[in-house]
């Protein structure tokens, strides 16, 4: 969850407030009533946070219906780096395995960069290149594979 992130109820989630008809874990339930609206993920970890991961208990309750982000405010999920990492590392084996030993010099920049927004802009920046080194055939692959893992 991101800490920006502010939440509201969903119909669901003010059906169990008022009636308990999808009982709800009673860890969870302080945690719903507390959502107005107003509120940013990172004031409501600091006010439960003896009920442990409230980022983890927020996602959860948005994965069940319960709550959903305001609309206009910060994404409900920032990248995880661990996840980060690991998608820019599959990308720049998808270069290395579409170009071989030539995509050596993109596959590096791609590994540099810091954020998947950075891969992104790259890889937009160097299309034109890639489509014509990958040819008609593997650039549609390519890209798709890209597309994919940068989602």
Partial sequence: ?????????TTKGLEEI???????????????????GKLKAAELANRFGSLGD??????GLVKQGFLQPVAGTAPTTA??????RRVIAEVARSIS???GPDGDAFSEK?????S??????????????????????????FWQKVDQLLA
Avoid at 1 to 9: D, G, T, Y
Avoid at 23 to 30: C, E, G
Avoid at 79 to 84: E, I, L, S, V
Avoid at 110 to 114: L, R
């Fill in 1 to 9: 969850m991101n800490p920006e992130s502010v939440l509201e109820k």
């Fill in 18 to 36: 008022e009636t308990r008809k999808h009982k709800l874990d009673a860890k969870l339930r302080p945690i719903l009533i507390a959502v107005n």
């Fill in 110 to 114: 791609v590994e540099a960069a810091k």
């Fill in 79 to 84: 990248a995880d780096p661990a996840t980060t």
């Fill in 116 to 141: 998947l927004t950075e891969v992104k802009a790259f890889l937009e920046s160097r299309r034109d290149l890639l489509n014509s080194v990958l040819g008609k055939q593997k650039a549609p692959v």
């Fill in 97 to 99: 395995d579409a170009l």
């Fill in 54 to 59: 409230v980022s983890a208990l927020l996602d």
